[in-house]
């Protein structure tokens, strides 16, 4: 028998650590160098595992309201950090910094998602469509419309792994690499692609889990919602107070 390993608790810390390094290469670092390429695929398996876990809170929390209005307060606070850390040109161009944001709007619009599917007082169509509207307003967002869909069915598929896996693989295939192949090419010199694959690195995480949450604290509860905003600010700083970037550049430079 498969022997599980992590909490909940344990797994989302390590996604978040992942994470961090993930978008630390992706400011600090050329995205064609190696390093880059090795942190964004290990990266890649962070938004999965959010997802997995946001739906997992759908069927855990006492109070659904509560759990999407504190989420929709840590999308409205990640904002302005989530700009300022990978896109501080949007501020010169006036409204266009509108036009991404972080991934937490997408989670809080997949729990939304799941929510509506879920309710069977609303007729089918219309759910559908309040689906693709979730969707729709998730359209710049990091991880986008993909994260909504994949809240849903982990959602939808709860307790079943296997469907679970399949629901993620195909929505990930299609939706995921599918487009930034067919504009970027696998191996773009500049923008290689072929890091994506790193999503299907979160099924054998998620598979190790043990469907308990872990030690239950104020901290716990809030520091998974506290380091995300907190992280880009911190990178943000790095990138514009310090000369760390250009110390890197010159450091991959010597090496190549």
């Not at 659904?64 to 040109?89: N, Q, V």
Request: glycine share 6%.
């Amino acid at each position: 028998m498969e022997k599980k390993l992590f909490t909940a608790n344990q797994l989302k810390m390590l996604a978040l650590v992942l994470m961090f390094f993930d978008h630390f290469v992706s400011v600090f670092l050329p995205h064609n160098e190696i390093a880059n390429l090795v942190f964004r695929v290990l990266g890649r398996t962070a938004a999965p595992v959010f997802c997995f876990f946001i739906a997992q809170g759908f069927y855990y929390t006492s109070d659904l309201k509560k759990y999407i209005t504190r989420l929709l307060i840590f999308a409205a606070i990640s904002h302005i950090p989530y700009i300022l850390a990978f896109y501080p040109g949007y501020f010169v161009l006036g409204l266009d910094f509108i036009k991404a944001t972080s991934v937490i709007w997408p989670l809080t619009m997949g729990l939304i998602a799941l929510a509506v599917i879920k309710n069977e007082k609303i007729h089918i169509i219309l759910r559908i469509a309040l689906v693709g509207a979730c969707c729709v307003v998730s359209y710049t967002a990091n991880w986008n419309y993909i994260a909504v869909l994949w809240v849903v069915f982990f959602g939808l598929f709860h307790g079943n792994f296997v469907r679970q896996s399949l629901a993620f693989c195909i929505i990930g295939f299609f939706y995921l690499l599918i487009q930034p192949f067919r504009l970027y090419g696998i191996f773009h010199p500049i923008y290689p692609q072929w890091f994506q694959l790193g999503i299907f690195l979160a099924l054998p995480l998620l598979a190790l889990y043990t469907g308990k949450q872990g030690k239950k604290s104020k901290f716990n509860a809030w520091f998974f919602y506290v380091f995300y905003p907190a992280h880009l600010v911190l990178l943000f700083l790095l990138n514009h107070l310090t000369p760390l970037k250009d110390i890197l550049t010159e450091i991959i430079g010597k090496v190549n």
